[in-house]
């Protein structure tokens, strides 16, 4: 019997996280995200996100990555890559996320996209 009340416990207690793969837009980012790991382009930036990235069962989102600041010109050698942490939440069809990049102390977003909406470009004036 105790077994079973555990069992129940555990049952109740267990989350899902949601389905997110796919592509996720806004008036300031455009997210491509699939379980090999993803994009983003954001203003004045872009990125990529490693795979092994994690939705937890209550939506909160985390991965790692690398920044690429943008503007300017381009130099020759591309721009350097800054490592960088994603976070967000998944609320349905809306994510909400910031962007942390600790070499060049900088936080970017948050930034809100919704699933299959469209998004924007590397945009930096």
Same mark, same amino acid.
């Given at each position: 019997?105790?077994? =079973? ?28 995200? @699939? @379980? ?12 990529? #996100?490693?795979?092994?990235? !994690? ?11 690398? !920044? ?10 591309? &721009?350097?890559? !800054? ?11 809306? =994510? ?9 102390? @900088?936080?970017?977003?948050?930034? &809100? ?9 590397? #945009?930096?004036?």
């Amino acid at each position: 019997m105790a077994t =079973l009340a555990l069992f129940a416990i555990l049952a109740c207690g267990d989350t899902t996280a949601p389905e997110v793969t796919g592509t996720w837009g806004g008036p300031e980012a455009t997210l491509v995200l @699939a @379980a090999q790991g993803g994009t983003v382009e954001y203003a004045c930036g872009t990125g990529t #996100i490693d795979s092994g990235w !994690h939705v937890a069962g209550d939506g909160r989102w985390t991965a790692t990555g690398q !920044h690429f600041s943008g503007g300017g010109p381009v130099p020759g050698e591309g &721009r350097p890559p !800054h490592g960088a942490t994603y976070t967000g939440t998944f609320r349905g069809d809306v =994510l909400t996320f910031t962007v942390t990049v600790p070499d060049i102390e @900088a936080v970017l977003g948050p930034y &809100r996209v919704r699933r299959g909406a469209p998004g924007a470009s590397e #945009i930096c004036l």
